[in-house]
Structure formats: structure tokens, C-alpha cells
């Protein structure tokens, strides 16, 4: 699906694909953290656990700085090339995993 809506949005087939996978992203982070709070949590502590969690003010921030960019008039070679090095969020992935460790 991440990978149909990534297409789409390049090929400009779908003009809502670019929010379908901004919410996959938070959706998959939400995931990571309502497991890892595991069973017995209530509904609003979890929210808010959810809403506060370092990973998801990660996720929201990135989506925001990039959401900013691509809303300039003109994006130039630079600029695109700084969204792709934020995107690499050094080797991390928005689910706080990396291969170098």
C-alpha cells in the first residue's frame, strides 16, 4: 500500500495519495507505541501517551518541516536534497529503529 500511494503521488494519479502516506507513517508509529504499552491501558491514557510520545513528536515535526518546504512557490536542487537528508533522519526510522546498532 505505502509503496501503490508513493507511486501515485509521483505520478500525480491520486491527489489524495501524499495524505494517504503522511497518515500510514503516523499510523505505523501509532501502532509501535500502542504495542509497546501493551494491554490495560485505558483508551485516554493511551491517547495521550500516544499524542506525547517521543516518536510521534518525531513523526509530526518531520511531517511538518516537510509539509512547509514542498508549500514554497519553487523548490530548487538544494532544497530537495535537504528534504531527502531529513527524510534519512541518519539512518533512523520513524519507528526509532536503525541497522547500526
Known sequence: MALTACID??????????????????????ALIDLQAGEGV???ALEALIREHPL?????DFQD??????????LER??????????RNEDVSNLGLSLQE
Open 65 to 74: 518541516t516537510v509539509l512547509e518546504s514542498v508549500e514554497a512557490p519553487r
Open 78 to 87: 538544494d532544497d530537495w536534497r535537504a528534504l531527502k537528508q531529513l527524510g
Open 42 to 44: 485505558e483508551q485516554g
Open 56 to 60: 510521534m513528536e518525531d513523526e509530526r
Open 9 to 30: 503521488v509521483l505520478v500525480s494519479e491520486e491527489p489524495e495519495a501524499a495524505l494517504k502516506i503522511s497518515r500510514l507513517s503516523a499510523d505505523g508509529v501509532r
